[in-house]
């Protein structure tokens, strides 16, 4: 029987105006493709385990847990289970950024070096806030910098998120901006400091106020100086130097990633927050337009627009941190949401790539292809 088939296929004897499941077979093949991803990109051993969350049209959402989310107990992932989702920060960031843009109190095509923050920006005069949301300044990335290899990084210390964007700023610039797309953690680092400078408040009291509160993201926090996870949590673990899992989950301090990449979420608020941002319901029309307008980042089928990657139809963002991948998209032509978090931070690249590809992005583009052939995410 064909994949279309196999999709149309409804359950029998299901209550009325319930919808169906997923077929078996598919819910077979997205766990035995996730299993294959976690090995794949495993040491000795498989990751230790993922969370799959998949919401389609007319159909019953499914989810599921694959291996553990704490290996000690074997405890598997739970819907509500807190999580580390990284880079995902920077789209609550750019949300912030557009309601701003709305209000009047900035525009996109401002240069930076036109904001109070302390800091001298090579071509500041030259990058916008637009740029800083596209990943086009050509801005060194803040997390090579030589001075950060010297910075006490354990859980309990506290980093200086302008100390840090210095000593990026100190470094040559990779390329002239606007010429190309290059990811940099250090364009997000300046956006959360625009923020700050604009609103005379804490980014993260921005967010809280924006967002979490008019959305009931209550899973949701945008930790400062705290390094660990409310309970219930996942587990996050890394290879030790005999190739076995460690656990990881009370690493870095929170402020070292800050606007870039700092906060917890679960499943289920991100699948609230990805289907709200790419609709646009908390900004204009226009600043959406703006923020959906994706530019080729030089792998093919990928874009990336305001803060928001684009790939098959889907937009989204995947954040990765040591201990944590997660992964939430959503494909707004036919209101398919699909979340996957991963227990570890593992990726592999191509040559000439200027992306890489994770463990959470592997086993989402497996899913796209089963559920949604015709939108694949990352050909």
Avoid at 156 to 180: C, E, M, N, Y
Avoid at 308 to 328: D, E, M, R
Avoid at 354 to 364: E, L
């Amino acid at each position: 029987m064909g994949l279309a088939c196999l999709l149309a296929t409804f359950a029998p004897l299901r209550a009325a105006n319930s919808p169906p499941p997923l077929p078996t077979r598919v819910q077979q093949l997205i766990e035995l493709y996730a299993r294959q991803e976690l090995r794949a990109f495993g040491g000795r051993h498989p990751i230790p385990g993922a969370f799959v969350a998949i919401w389609l049209p007319h159909r019953k959402p499914f989810t599921r847990s694959i291996g553990y989310a704490d290996l000690a107990s074997r405890t598997p992932f739970a819907a509500n289970d807190a999580f580390r989702i990284g880079s995902i920060t920077k789209t609550f960031v750019v949300t912030v950024l557009l309601q701003l843009v709305d209000e009047g109190r900035l525009r996109l095509d401002d240069p930076v070096s036109g904001f109070d923050l302390g800091l001298r920006i090579p071509n500041g005069d030259h990058i916008t806030v637009r740029l800083l949301c596209q990943m086009r300044s050509g801005l060194f990335e803040a997390f090579n910098t030589p001075e950060l290899e010297k910075l006490d990084l354990s859980a309990g210390s506290h980093a200086d998120p302008r100390q840090i964007v210095s000593w990026a700023l100190k470094q040559k610039p990779v390329f002239a901006p606007g010429t190309r797309y290059g990811y940099s953690n250090t364009n997000y680092l300046i956006l959360g400091l625009i923020v700050e400078s604009l609103t005379h408040d804490t980014v993260a009291n921005q967010i809280r106020k924006r967002i979490l509160i008019p959305l009931a993201l209550s899973g949701t926090t945008f930790p400062l100086y705290d390094p660990d996870i409310p309970a219930p949590y996942v587990h996050g673990y890394a290879l030790d130097p005999k190739g076995d899992w460690q656990d990881v989950s009370v690493y870095l301090p929170p402020s070292l990633t800050w606007a870039a990449g700092s906060m917890i979420s679960t499943s289920w608020d991100m699948k609230r927050w990805v289907e709200s941002y790419v609709a646009g319901t908390l900004n204009s029309t226009a600043t959406q337009r703006e923020r959906l307008h994706c530019l080729p980042t030089g792998d093919k089928g990928l874009g990336f627009g305001l803060g928001v990657g684009c790939s098959g139809g889907w937009y989204g963002y995947t954040g990765g941190l040591p201990g944590y991948n997660a992964a939430a998209y959503y494909l707004p032509s036919n209101g398919a949401t699909l979340v996957v978090f991963v227990n570890a931070q593992r990726h592999q690249s191509k040559p000439g790539a200027h992306v890489t590809m994770d463990a959470a992005n592997a086993i989402a583009r497996d899913i796209s292809r089963l559920v949604t052939p015709r939108h694949v995410l990352f050909p």
